[in-house]
């Protein structure tokens, strides 16, 4: 009877999950991969997902029946071939989960799959470790306290980057996302938040931004299935008291972090420390042969890139 529920209990979750396609994101059908417990959309060209679409439930969060696998392998389903293992040894960078494993411990199945090279992008560990694995959590308990909930995550490619990683060349994203959605039974709402690559203690408000906003930083249109009147409304707002995000901290105690709704649109602006000089646009010239915009205050007239003091 046991393994009967089990069996009943998965193929029930499958279902659901190929039921709920309308709310995830659209991508090209070239690079769509589906899993059975999470989809994804693979950039070949950063050797990483764009995005991971899964839904988490309060039963899946309760049942803990598959203890972490650690099975890291690379993805059969990307055509283009995925990254690797050996491209992250010595860089210094995480594996670090978008749709985490411990989201998965309902079934030793679903555990494993969250350890396709494809569901993972190279992370700092203190930010992997940190603020990234807190917001995790955090959203391991909005499942459970609203039933069920929509998750989409991901690096953001487009804009500022950290590098590249391994022979594959994967891309060091600064910036990641995460935005979820939910239904009370009355009406839906959404939340988006983006977190620099880096350790983090602000308030959980501080990186939440609207999904217009994340919109416009990704290129993703994220709930195309919400009719129209829906999702102009709920993607316009950041929605904190609807997720009982006011004001909320985050628990974590480590160095200070941007803020995310100007950081990833100000590329170029590093702001300058504190030291009593007036502050100048960079002359240095950047590979694109434009002047670099950030400020300075070194005497020799170039920021901390070009060899500033």
Same mark, same amino acid.
């Given at each position: 009877?046991?393994i009967f529920c089990l069996i009943l209990y998965i193929f029930i979750s499958y279902f659901a999950a190929?039921?709920?396609?309308?709310?995830?994101?659209?991508?090209?059908?070239?690079? @769509?991969?589906?899993?059975?417990?999470? /989809?994804?959309?693979?950039?070949?060209?950063?050797?990483?997902?764009?995005?991971?679409?899964?839904?988490?439930?309060?039963? =899946?969060?309760?049942?803990?029946?598959?203890?972490?696998?650690?099975?890291?392998?690379?993805? *059969?389903?990307?055509?283009?071939?995925?990254?690797? $293992?050996?491209?992250?040894?010595?860089?210094?960078?995480?594996?670090?989960?978008?749709?985490?494993?411990?989201?998965?411990?309902?079934?030793?199945?679903?555990?494993?799959?969250?350890?396709?090279? +494809?569901?993972?992008?190279?992370?700092? *560990?203190?930010?992997? /470790?940190?603020?990234?694995?807190?917001?995790? +959590?955090?959203?391991?308990?909005?499942a459970v306290l609203y039933n069920e909930v929509f998750v989409v995550t991901g690096p953001i490619l487009?804009?500022?980057? $950290?590098?590249?990683?391994?022979?594959?060349?994967?891309?060091?994203?600064?910036?990641?996302?995460?935005?979820?959605?939910?239904?009370?039974?009355?009406?839906?709402?959404? #939340?988006?938040?983006?977190?620099?690559?880096?350790? &983090?203690?602000?308030?959980?408000?501080?990186?939440? #931004?609207?999904?217009?906003?994340?919109?416009?930083?990704? +290129?993703?249109?994220?709930?195309?299935? $919400?009719?129209?009147?829906?999702?102009?409304?709920?993607?316009a707002q950041k929605n904190l008291s609807k997720w009982d995000l006011a004001g909320s901290s985050t628990?974590?105690?480590?160095?200070?972090?941007?803020? *995310?709704?100007?950081?990833?649109?100000?590329?170029?602006?590093?702001?300058?420390?504190?030291?009593?000089?007036?502050?100048? =646009?960079?002359?240095?010239? @950047?590979?694109?042969?434009?002047?670099?915009?950030? $400020?300075?205050?070194? *005497?020799? &007239?170039?920021?901390?890139?070009?060899?500033?003091?």
């Amino acid at each position: 009877m046991r393994i009967f529920c089990l069996i009943l209990y998965i193929f029930i979750s499958y279902f659901a999950a190929a039921q709920d396609i309308s709310y995830y994101p659209k991508c090209d059908a070239s690079c @769509t991969v589906n899993h059975t417990y999470y /989809r994804l959309c693979y950039s070949e060209a950063d050797e990483q997902a764009k995005w991971v679409a899964y839904k988490l439930t309060a039963a =899946q969060v309760n049942n803990k029946l598959c203890e972490r696998t650690d099975d890291f392998r690379v993805d *059969p389903n990307v055509k283009t071939g995925s990254a690797t $293992l050996d491209d992250y040894k010595g860089s210094g960078y995480d594996r670090g989960h978008l749709c985490p494993a411990a989201d998965r411990h309902f079934s030793c199945d679903a555990m494993s799959e969250t350890f396709f090279m +494809s569901n993972m992008s190279p992370q700092s *560990p203190s930010f992997n /470790r940190g603020i990234w694995g807190k917001l995790e +959590s955090k959203v391991r308990d909005w499942a459970v306290l609203y039933n069920e909930v929509f998750v989409v995550t991901g690096p953001i490619l487009n804009g500022q980057k $950290l590098g590249a990683i391994g022979e594959n060349q994967v891309t060091v994203p600064k910036y990641y996302f995460k935005t979820l959605l939910k239904n009370d039974g009355k009406a839906w709402t959404c #939340i988006a938040m983006v977190l620099p690559n880096e350790a &983090g203690n602000r308030q959980w408000g501080d990186y939440a #931004i609207t999904v217009d906003s994340l919109e416009k930083l990704t +290129s993703v249109d994220f709930y195309p299935g $919400l009719p129209d009147s829906v999702e102009n409304v709920i993607e316009a707002q950041k929605n904190l008291s609807k997720w009982d995000l006011a004001g909320s901290s985050t628990g974590v105690n480590n160095s200070k972090s941007k803020n *995310p709704e100007t950081a990833p649109k100000t590329q170029n602006s590093d702001k300058p420390k504190s030291t009593g000089a007036v502050s100048k =646009q960079c002359t240095a010239v @950047t590979q694109k042969g434009t002047r670099c915009k950030r $400020l300075t205050t070194s *005497p020799n &007239g170039k920021c901390w890139q070009h060899g500033g003091n």
